[in-house]
């Protein structure tokens, strides 16, 4: 079955520690991207990218920091520079980088703060 | 600058009761494309539908519904006869044509909605 994993579910994070999300799809798609969703709020935009190699800040890009070094895999990685992480994360990917193209989302991993 | 409002936070139906999702949109773009997501309590959002500016019929699948009217910038969503499996937050988005520059996907808030039994 085609689709995007999300590891792990849930995950707890230590003040000055930094944590990896993980974020892999088969869908053999282009583009991914790394939205946060605060409670009774709409997604805001992390990350993305649209190419191996490459990616650009959304509109929220300050104490987070991503890699792409293959098409299926996007991390996400929470830095201690992040003061408010607790959120819940979710990753998507589309066929192409473009805004038209439908994004198909993971599971999603909560992020808990100790 | 794109805008998506989605004025209901919360609304609490009956099981077979009609119920309308309102989504309102702002853009300065003729040419745009409108979606819906569904958030059920596990937190995935699954994608309804995704609609372009230039068609503006209605679309019906199965219990679901949309009307898009341009001129009132608006892209509503009905489920009829609801069922406690339509519980979850749904989401209204706007992305304008890409131009090959840093275009984005707009959510609104969300709605949440609530069947029961």
């Known amino acids: 079955d085609g689709g995007i994993t999300q590891s792990p579910k849930y995950l707890f994070r230590k003040e000055g520690q930094n944590v990896t999300l993980s974020c892999e799809q088969n869908l053999n798609h282009d583009a991914m991207y790394w939205y946060r969703q605060d409670p009774g709020q709409g997604l805001r935009l992390i990350y993305y990218s649209q190419i191996v190699n490459d990616f650009q800040k959304g509109d929220i890009a300050e104490g987070y920091s991503v890699s792409r070094e293959k098409k299926e895999s996007f991390p996400l990685t929470v830095t201690s520079a992040q003061k408010n992480p607790t959120a819940f994360y979710l990753c998507a990917s589309s066929t192409r980088q473009s805004p038209q193209e439908t994004q198909y989302f993971g599971p999603g991993t909560r992020l808990l703060v100790l | 600058a794109q805008k998506v409002t989605q004025a209901q936070t919360e609304i609490s139906v009956v099981e077979k009761e009609d119920v309308t999702l309102d989504c309102v949109y702002e853009t300065r773009d003729t040419t745009y494309y409108l979606f819906w997501y569904k958030q059920p309590p596990s937190g995935e959002l699954v994608f309804l539908i995704r609609?372009?500016?230039?068609?503006?019929q209605n679309e019906i699948s199965g219990r679901y519904s949309w009307n898009f009217q341009k001129s009132t910038s608006s892209f509503n969503f009905t489920i009829t006869a609801s069922q406690v499996v339509d519980s979850a937050v749904y989401f209204c988005?706007?992305?304008?044509?890409?131009?090959?520059?840093?275009?984005?996907?707009?959510f609104g808030k969300g709605t949440k909605l609530t069947v029961n039994p």
């Open positions: 988005a706007l992305s304008e044509g890409w131009k090959g520059g840093s275009e984005k996907l707009v």
């Open positions: 609609r372009n500016s230039f068609d503006e």
